[in-house]
């Protein structure tokens, strides 16, 4: 029988695996303890796809590890967090950066934390901070899904834009596996990122990581809910719409990611600021030093 190869850390940095109300997440933990520096704990969420873990998010878990306490989770169905066969949904991943944000607190001794989140992990997270303002100081939005020029969302609250039926078809006997397979070939893997990045001059290291990563055992659970829609949700521009605490997003200007025309419903609102920063949906691999230029003082 072949085994897959084992999934090395995706950053150098302390990780434990947590039980929580969503399942056995996997955190990682590195800078100053004890919450007594100038800024609190900070918590990355990576994004949504096949392929996604916490190596979405290296450089900036790098770069703030020297001033802050900085925490990044695999979601569930992710990384090494449980891969195990259940519904994969909003409300799963929101309850998993709840109980993050809670061991946080403990941990550092503070009453919030400041949270990013990647893409899709955005609509995790402004749900989480609405339902736990206390607890969420700030948050940033990288290359956020919900602002596209297509019509608002404004569902019932907790709602998805799930296709049972797609889903269905997704995981029909002896066809799953065939279709994983293909979503998560390297070349596809590479493809996608190439369109993330707008551009051929993707990071091979994140590449590598995201081929690896999917070779793990129930690996194909979260993304066939991610590719059916069911991880979306269909009530996100009222949870925009109702976030107090200061927002900062950063708007891609190549790939595939670039459509930001649904941002009038909050840009004019005094706690919401919008970057265009040169680059793909990533742009801090591409240029850390000008992405942190702008995201720094906001944290600040």
């Known amino acids: 029988m072949n085994h897959p190869p084992t999934l090395p850390p995706a950053v150098p940095a302390d990780m434990r695996l947590h039980d929580t109300p969503a399942g056995r997440v996997a955190v990682y933990r590195a800078g100053p303890e004890g919450g007594t520096g100038a800024l609190p704990p900070l918590l990355l969420v990576h994004s949504v796809n096949a392929a996604g873990s916490v ?4 450089p900036l878990f790098q ?50 934390v400041d949270v990013l989140g990647v893409s899709l992990a955005g609509e995790f997270v402004a749900r989480a901070q609405r339902e ?17 020029r297509a019509r608002r969302r404004y569902g019932l609250p907790g709602s998805t834009l799930g296709q049972p039926w797609l889903y269905r078809l997704l995981t029909r006997p002896f066809w799953s596996d065939g279709i994983y397979n293909t979503l998560t ?3 596809v893997i590479r493809y996608f990122l190439q369109r993330t990045w707008g551009s ?19 690996a194909k659970h979260a993304p066939l809910y991610f590719v059916s829609a069911f991880l979306f949700s269909a009530d996100i521009n009222t949870l925009y719409e109702a976030l107090d605490c200061p927002v900062w997003v950063s708007m891609a200007t190549r790939g595939d990611f670039t459509d930001y025309q649904g941002k009038a419903t ?5 706690n919401w600021r919008f970057h265009a920063i040169e680059g793909g949906a990533l742009p801090y691999f591409e240029d850390l030093a000008a992405f942190t230029a702008q995201l720094d003082p906001f944290w600040a």
Not at 55 to 58: D, F, G, N, P, S
Not at 200 to 218: F, M, S
Request: hydrophobic share 40%.
């Open 55 to 58: 190596a979405e998010v290296a």
């Open 63 to 112: 770069h703030h590890r020297g001033t802050r306490a900085v925490y990044a989770l695999d979601l569930p169905g992710f990384g090494h967090s449980e891969r195990s066969d259940r519904a994969y949904t909003p409300r799963l991943m929101t309850d998993a950066l709840h109980a993050v944000v809670d061991l946080m607190c403990r941990e550092q001794g503070v009453a919030a």
């Open 132 to 148: 736990a303002p206390q607890k969420l100081r700030r948050i940033a939005l990288v290359s956020p899904t919900g602002f596209s």
């Open 185 to 187: 070939r390297p070349g």
């Open 200 to 218: 051929k001059r993707i990071d091979e290291a994140l590449w590598r990581y995201a081929v690896l990563t999917t070779r793990q055992p129930g």
């Open 266 to 270: 909050v840009e004019r609102r005094a």
